[in-house]
């Protein structure tokens, strides 16, 4: 294939196809925060695999690991078995991630993604307590299994489900009906009224910056409160940091600023460090109530993915990357803030921290044209929102300046160009 022809995709391929249609092209190569199609064109990557690669394509450190572990016959499948990869993914985890931190959970393998950690999630916080329902939170997104739709708020989504999504009860996440509107006040009296119709949960979860659902950002004493809540009525607090999480955010956890100490963590995406899949599921030791293989799969021990986990694991040894992570994410809210002050046109708001940031248009589909306009002026930026009313900047966190302010001078000329062509659709 030596073109960006799609027909063999559009013959062969379901309809259910989404990322093919914002970014039309046929890829060929990536490395760091590069990708190149196959007609040779460049791009700068501000989508990192929706967040699935915050070391950025094909690190040459986990590339080595992972080809000499092939290149040696190392185990690739072994359902929940004992393998040296396994163990060696365990210990840095525990000796780089949990000790430092002063955490202490036990590790499960769920399956290879996002959903599967958010449905063993729900499964163990019902198990445990004897109750049924969850509190999920406005425009949160967790997956697209039945039981991770049905905390899931975009209804485009929830529709695909082609069944009703019970058990769950639906609050407000912080500032969803505006700053002043206190939702933890109403939540709370949903929860102290007999006669509120909602039952003490089996847990509440939610995400501390909702990624899909428009890079809201929920504040850490609104995080302190919800936990509060939790503790003083034996909920569990489930954190989904499948997006958030693996220093997206600023710190390996994404509620590390905070008092909080979820009693379940899940984690997917970046947590291999390559691409692979990989999700963890993270228990306190007294909710460990599995009974063997009363929750499998075939695919919960992926080795490969185990290796370069380890891996990458090593960036975080050193403080250093950390305080880098911050410098950039503050040249992020710079850039966009600029953006903000200097195109009124946009009405726009700046969203987010740490390396997920983007900025909300009000104006009707001005997003999606400014993330379509930064597509063909080498720049891959996707969009997030239930009207796609975000554009987001998901750059790897290890993209250099040079990279980042190529990427930000591409977003800027994609802006003023729908500015002075007149583009743009008012409300």
Known sequence: MISNDLSIFNELESSVRSYIRSFPAVFTKAKGYKMWDAEGKEYIDFFSGAGALNYGHNESKMKKKLVEYILSDGITHSLDMATQAKAEFLEKFNNVILKPRKMNYRVMFPGPTGTNTVESALKLARKVTGRTNVISFTNGFHGMTIGSLSVTGNAEKRKGAGIPLEHVVTMPYDSFVNDQFDTLEYLERFLEDNGSGVDTPAAMILETVQGEGGINTARMEWLERIDAICKKRNILLIIDDVQA???????????????????????????????????????????????????????????????????????????????????????????????VEKYPELEGEVRGRGFMQGIESKVDGLSGKIAAAAFERGLIMETAGVNDQVFKLFPPLTIDDEGLEKGFAIIEDSIKSLISQKQLVTN
């Open 245 to 339: 999480g693996v220093g997206r955010t600023g710190t390996f956890f994404s509620f590390e600023e905070t008092k909080v100490k979820p009693d379940i963590i899940c984690l997917s995406k970046s947590i291999s460090g390559y691409g692979l899949p990989l999700a963890l599921t993270l228990i306190k030791p007294e909710l460990d109530r599995w009974s063997p293989g009363e929750h499998n799969g075939t695919f919960r021990g992926n080795n490969p993915a185990f290796i370069t986990a380890t891996e990458a694991l090593s960036y975080w040894e050193d403080p250093a990357f950390e305080k880098d992570i911050n410098r950039k994410a503050d040249n992020i809210t710079a850039f966009l803030t600029a953006a």
